[in-house]
């Protein structure tokens, strides 16, 4: 036999610890009712065809049909979520079923009012990457730093491009209130030294989401994080001066001897999905402010005796953020009533259908 052809089916098995395989995981899939069947990570996802890292390899595998039907598009398998598979070919397989998801990063779908869409799942901390240009944007990161916060996951503030000529003191002056809560990283990826940095703080078996506007540099990070061209990268537009679009897909990359990246497409928008006001005022670091306000449930918009609004005069408190407060305050607002509003009509559509039954039952 030529050995030429033979494939060391070794060298295509992952380590799963070193994907965040634990414990914890391990007692969850005792739930399933497919427990004796193997284990794997979601690597990416191309419409109903799943990447499954698993100890066999990297496999490519589709949904069974009660998972499919049974499942609404928000439940289905996201990247970083842990599935139970059954293998049938060497390299095929399909999805059985899924592990409850944990720390899951989600967005508002785009064009709907209350639909919820899962970026990637099991994530131990995330990137927030902007470049030191034209797209440094605080309100995006504070934006982005409140979703993280509350799908506890913890976020990391990445301030890229920073071989590029730029102002340090309104660089620091703007991110005061970040470098309280988070780490604050300045990277280039001509600076090794600040790659190097970035690298230790990501834990072995710890997963990392990038997330960002496009053209800021986070499949850039990606490949410099792994030492090695794992994903797709491009120019910025040179007429726009913005990123285009370049990644296509939520991409996971194992970095050697530590842990896992998801690189993501830069978004347009990224919609608030919680209903978290207390981490959006810790977010913006009002919270020396907010318990000092004369009502206990003052919303800082116009009531007398509002610490905020008082902070917001004498200057203690940037007018910036508090604009910043009262657009996503808003828009939580806006969320949370329209998913209760969607739970109200599920539950009432729910309730009719069971008495339809109740009384088709009787009749028989
Ligand atoms: N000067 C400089 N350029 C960088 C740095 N990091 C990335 N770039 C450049 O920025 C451009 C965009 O980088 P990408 O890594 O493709 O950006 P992205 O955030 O992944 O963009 P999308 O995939 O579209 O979301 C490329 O031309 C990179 O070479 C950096 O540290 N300094
Ligand atoms: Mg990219
Ligand atoms: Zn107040």
């Known amino acids: 036999m030529n050995n030429e052809h033979i494939v060391n089916r070794d060298e295509f098995s992952f380590n799963l610890h ?52 049974g499942k609404s598009a928000y439940e289905l398998p996201c990247t970083g979520d842990w599935i139970i598979f059954q293998q049938f070919e060497e390299d095929k397989g399909i999805i059985v079923d899924i592990l409850p998801r944990e720390r899951v990063l989600d967005r508002k779908k785009n064009g709907t009012i209350s639909d919820k869409q899962a970026i990637a799942a099991y994530i131990d901390k ?31 503030l990445v301030l890229n491009k920073a071989d590029l000529d730029f102002d340090h003191g309104p660089i620091a002056e703007a991110t005061k209130h970040f ?41 850039s990070l990606v490949n410099a994080l792994c030492e090695k061209p794992a994903v797709h990268t491009s120019a910025i537009s040179e007429s726009t001066g913005k990123g285009r679009h370049t990644s296509t897909r939520r991409q996971m990359v194992e970095m050697t001897d530590a842990g896992i990246l998801i690189d993501t497409p830069g978004v347009r928008e990224f919609g608030l999905t919680t209903d978290g006001i ?26 007398p005796g509002c610490a905020v ?12 953020i508090y604009q910043s407060y009262l657009k996503l305050e808003r828009e939580i607002d806006h969320f949370s009533t329209s998913s209760h509003q969607k739970r109200k009509k599920e539950k009432s559509q729910s309730k009719l259908l ?11």
Request: hydrophobic share 35%; charged share 20%.
């Open 18 to 69: 070193q994907y965040g395989w634990n414990d914890k995981l391990n007692q969850l899939k005792q739930n399933s009712l497919f427990k004796s069947l193997p284990h794997g990570r979601i690597a990416t996802v191309h419409r109903t065809c799943y990447e499954v890292i698993s100890e066999s390899g990297l496999l490519q595998c589709e949904l069974t049909g009660n998972m499919l039907f």
């Open 126 to 156: 995330a990137f927030i990457v902007q470049s030191l240009d034209s797209n440094f944007n605080m309100r995006r990161a504070e934006r982005f730093a409140v979703q993280i916060f509350e799908a506890n996951i913890q976020p990391i």
């Open 179 to 219: 470098q309280l809560q988070m780490p604050v990283y300045l990277t280039s990826i001509h600076q090794p030294e600040t790659i190097t940095a970035l690298r230790n703080c990501i834990g072995t078996g710890e997963t990392v989401v990038m997330v960002g506007s496009s053209g800021v540099g986070k499949s």
């Open 278 to 303: 207390e981490t959006l005022t810790d977010t913006l670091d009002m919270k020396d402010y907010v318990g000092l306000c004369r009502f206990k449930d003052c919303t800082h918009h116009n009531e």
């Open 309 to 320: 609004l008082e902070a917001v005069k004498n200057g203690n408190l940037d007018q910036k």
């Open 354 to 364: 069971n008495e339809y039954k109740k009384r088709q039952g009787l009749r028989r």
